[in-house]
């Protein structure tokens, strides 16, 4: 999509695309997408009876929505798009393609004009990626977790007492 947009738009359009916009647009489109498939499956995993009941209250299709499906299916949602984060951070770094400088770029040209060591500053950069990414993933999967274990205690709830019968009498 980078690519697409930054060659062929302005070959549609007569004016050159910038390359930011060309790296934006490109992983918004693609992460967009991805984004929006985890939304759809998120508010599917709810119930159906749970719209059901949001209708016989009288409720509007977006008042469903807004006040019922999005809030269960947020729980569900939140370790996808927290993963999805990490991808789009290691997608910035095809913005190289269109000579965007991202991350990756300015760190190693950047340290490596100061220093002059262009494999020390490779690491420092490398370390910088895999910090933020270790921290976005730990984050993922302590979300997943915590969503397991509180589904887990929802449904080992304490055991209903059985109600007793009283006789009238008379």
Do not use: C, H
């Not at 016989?56 to 949602?77: D, E, H, N, T, W």
């Not at 300015?106 to 220093?115: H, P, Q, T």
């Amino acid at each position: 999509m980078i690519f697409f947009v930054f060659y062929g738009l302005p070959y549609v359009l007569k004016t050159p695309a910038p390359a930011f916009w060309a790296v934006v647009f490109g992983l918004t489109l693609y992460n967009g997408s991805v984004l929006a498939e985890a939304f759809r499956s998120g508010i599917r995993s709810v119930p159906r009876g749970q719209s059901e009941a949001g209708y016989a209250i009288g409720l509007r299709k977006s008042g469903v929505m807004q006040f019922i499906l999005v809030p269960q299916a947020a729980r569900a949602m939140l370790p996808v798009i927290v993963s999805q984060l990490v991808v789009l951070l290691k997608d910035t770094a095809l913005g190289y393609i269109v000579a965007f400088p991202e991350l990756l770029q300015r760190g190693v040209n950047d340290l490596a004009a100061n220093k002059g060591n262009l494999v020390a500053a490779a690491i420092v950069v490398a370390a910088i990626y895999i910090l933020i990414n270790s921290m976005l993933t730990w984050f993922a999967n302590w979300l997943s977790k915590r969503q397991q274990r509180t589904r887990k205690s929802s449904r080992t709830s304490a055991p209903v007492p059985e109600l007793s019968i009283v006789e009238p009498q008379g």
